[in-house]
């Protein structure tokens, strides 16, 4: 089964898409809900792989003329992604150990702030063991940080 978006999720996705600029603060306020929230759903949905980055659009025509030929040779004009995304969507995800698509309800790894899904029980323990060198230095760092 894949992961279902909610209101909020579709709300920060919509905010994002008119003004990638904003903060969590300022969408939370726009949505409703805390700052926190709308940072942990930001980051839910980076790892589950809907968002692969935030960029800026450019206003080539603030741009001087000698500057903007030479950008031409660099830049392509592209159109921008603005989109008005209506809620309950479905997001496929893919096993984060062996790569298939998780048929199911997947299976989660919180490590920090961050979410990794699995497609069973036996891709889970074997991520675990895998990487449990960089999971034990993160979580160590992030105990000291703490204190």
Do not use: H, W
């Not at 089964?1 to 996705?13: F, N």
């Not at 702030?113 to 960089?134: A, P, V």
Request: glycine share 4%; proline share 3%; charged share 30%.
């Amino acid at each position: 089964m894949p992961i279902k978006l909610d209101s909020i999720d579709t709300a920060i996705l919509n905010a994002l898409s008119k003004d990638g600029r904003k903060s969590f603060r300022q969408m939370a306020r726009e949505i409703g809900a805390s700052a926190p929230t709308v940072k942990l759903r930001y980051e839910r949905l980076v790892s589950v792989g809907l968002i692969k980055s935030v960029s800026p659009v450019l206003d080539l025509s603030k741009i001087t003329r000698t500057a903007k030929d030479k950008l031409d040779n660099n830049l392509t004009k592209t159109q921008t992604n603005q989109i008005d995304l209506e809620n309950e969507i479905l997001l496929d995800v893919d096993c984060e150990y062996c790569k298939a698509q998780i048929a199911g309800k997947p299976l989660t790894l919180k490590i920090l702030e961050q979410e990794r899904f699995f497609c069973c029980t036996s891709c889970r323990s074997l991520y675990k063991e895998k990487y449990r060198g960089r999971i034990d230095a993160l979580l160590s760092k992030e105990s000291a940080n703490n204190v």
